[in-house]
């Protein structure tokens, strides 16, 4: 049991949020816990609930998913100021020992400055790179004003914090070279909640292939290349007519998706969930998957992406095919996951109708997948971030 009282803060929907989940809910394990997110619908009364032991207050502020930068910005700032006031009552109330912000943004930190001045710890937990994430998704320039602050917010944020936690090694070694002390920093994987994702489903045989099931589910954004998913699908209509693409998932790039389905008549083959689903909800439909799909665009903010999503089907037991980006290659090799080049429709289309193909080697793929849980599952992972704050 961890003796801290601890708050954390993350701009995002904490039911669908498989990284912010399973932290807190670990943390708590012992004893309650406070959790700060978005409210799922704006303007509405502030809600509050409990999930194993994990208080949750949503704050009135929704996830902005348009490509205006002012308009994210300003949300952003609401959410920032609401946390601000939060944290400082907790702590003006002797309810604060640990502040643990999870970005984007990366400023978020800040509404932990005045308990930093108090001597209580402050915990910035870095999701996705901001000034590579800004270039992905609005095509900034590395050298341009703009970047050039986001590199110095990204400066000033870890260096108000006491920890550091990123998502993989390839992207704590982005921020060691971009000067950021390497004591600061530690991994907290990926990985995904072994409480949900447990493997206990049977491959589809060879005779069954044509009625293949493909998958992809989190956010729906242009940089994930979920319309290149669907081009490559409509490709392997004419030999696998049965086959069905399930798209779980919200985000900015849904509506034009849902209208390329629409283009290509795929409409009774292409099924999305057009929101987001509740992160313990997700493995049932998981379960009933053959092939799950990761199409992530080459960019700098993906190059130092390692899906969760991809995690949670390697749990499952389920074969996946994935663009060959620095982050993944540095993990999984071409025995674990097929690796097809990035922004290829064909490549894409050939791994999957590979694996729809052949039978032992989704068998195969799946065995030597494991090997990644063995080494970096939350079993492990996840012992090491309870003491990381217990020790704090």
């Known amino acids: ?41 704006e303007n509405e009364h502030a809600k509050s609930y409990k999930i194993e032991n994990v208080r949750v207050l949503e704050l009135n502020v929704k996830k902005y998913r348009g490509q205006s930068k002012f308009r994210h ?10 946390v601000w006031l939060k944290c400082n009552t907790l702590l003006l109330k002797r309810k604060l020992d640990i502040a643990h ?80 002390p390497s004591r600061k920093i530690t991994v907290s994987m990926n990985a995904p909640d072994p409480r949900l994702f447990k493997a206990g489903r049977k491959l589809k045989d060879a005779a069954s292939r044509n009625n293949i099931k493909l998958v992809y589910h989190g956010t729906i954004a242009k ?3 979920i319309d290149l998913a669907i081009r490559a699908f409509a490709k392997l209509q004419k030999e696998y007519p ?14 034009e998706c849902m209208a390329l389905s629409k283009d290509l008549r795929l409409e009774n083959n292409i099924h999305f969930s057009e929101k987001m689903l509740p992160l313990e909800s997700i493995p049932p439909i998981l379960r009933d998957m053959d092939i799950g799909i990761v199409s992530n665009r080459k960019n700098s903010a993906t190059e130092l992406m390692l899906p969760v999503k991809m995690l949670e089907y390697i749990a499952l037991g ?49 065995e030597k997948a494991k090997i990644f849980l063995n080494k970096y599952g939350w079993d492990k992972y996840g012992a090491d971030f309870v003491k990381l704050f217990r020790e704090m």
């Open 223 to 225: 940089r994930l290349g």
């Open 101 to 180: 912000f999870h970005n984007m943004p990366n400023f978020l930190v800040f509404a932990g400055l005045l308990a930093r001045l108090f001597g209580k710890k402050v915990v910035l937990d870095i999701h996705d790179s901001t000034p590579e994430m800004y270039c992905a998704r609005y095509g900034g320039r590395p050298n341009g004003l703009l970047s050039r602050a986001i590199f110095w917010e990204e400066r000033l944020s870890c260096n108000l914090a006491n920890i550091l936690i990123c998502a993989n090694h390839v992207m704590r070694e982005q921020l060691i070279a971009r000067g950021i």
């Open 318 to 366: 389920i074969p996946v095919v994935a663009p060959k980006l620095k982050a993944i290659e540095r993990y999984f090799t071409d025995e674990m996951v097929c690796h097809f080049e990035p922004e290829d429709i064909d490549s894409l289309g050939a791994h999957i109708s590979d694996l729809c193909k052949n039978e032992n080697k989704r068998k195969a793929q799946v």
């Open 1 to 41: 049991m961890i003796k801290k009282q601890i708050c954390m803060s993350a701009y995002t929907n904490y039911r669908s949020d498989a990284r912010v989940r399973r932290e807190a809910e670990t943390l708590a394990a012992g004893g309650e816990f406070d959790v700060l997110c978005l409210s799922l619908r």
């Open 242 to 255: 049965d086959m069905e693409f399930y798209i779980i998932g919200d985000g900015e790039a849904l509506a």
């Open 73 to 82: 910005f300003t949300s952003y700032m609401k959410f920032f100021l609401l």
